[in-house]
């Protein structure tokens, strides 16, 4: 009888135990819950979309474009371009392809790097390494690497968001160790 009082005040204090580590774990990682559970919520929206022939998306957002546009939110007036955007995540693979075959235009690159911006930081750290592996290559200029890094696009620039990711800061460090302009080099260290 003894034997089994300390039993259930063992599990009892383990039980306790495990749900303080459970709340502490939570408060002190609250910020990447929250980026899991939109992380989570955008796959599933994902997976319900019905994507459209993304080559077809990529030559009519081309085709459409200005040629002399003010401010790069004027994509935004592109339904092709807007599909792209809003679904950034169904459409990863296709980007990946397109620049994996290393026959694409400056403004197929361009309009890639606006459209994925809807990515998780972990997605767009991967598209990241693609630019920074295509400027290597000289595939794409370094005004390329630098708008993947810091678009002018929504006033929204997702390395800066996530310069506490220390991946992020990896990628950045990474860049800097390459040949490039002192304004870039300013740039990455003013995202740091």
Do not use: G, W
């Amino acid at each position: 009888m003894k034997n089994q009082a300390n039993i259930k005040q063992i599990l009892y204090r383990f039980f306790l135990f495990a749900t303080a580590c459970m709340i502490l774990f939570a408060c002190t990682n609250n910020k990447q819950n929250l980026n899991n559970e939109n992380f989570s919520s955008s796959r599933q929206k994902q997976t319900l979309y019905k994507k459209k022939n993304f080559d077809t998306l990529i030559q009519t957002i081309i085709k459409q474009t200005p040629r002399q546009m003010d401010v790069l939110e004027q994509y935004l007036d592109n339904k092709a371009f807007v599909e792209v955007f809003d679904h950034s995540l169904s459409y990863f693979p296709d980007v990946k392809k397109l620049l994996a075959t290393r026959h694409f235009s400056a403004e197929q690159a361009f309009v890639c790097i606006l459209a994925m911006q809807n990515l998780c930081i972990h997605d767009y750290l991967e598209l990241c390494n693609i630019y920074l592996a295509l400027y290597d290559d000289h595939m794409v200029s370094e005004q390329m690497l630098e708008a993947v890094i810091a678009p002018n696009f929504l006033n929204k620039i997702i390395l800066k968001e996530n310069n506490d990711n220390p991946d992020v800061l990896n990628f950045l460090n990474s860049v800097l160790h390459r040949n490039i302009s002192i304004k870039f080099r300013k740039l990455i260290e003013e995202l740091k």
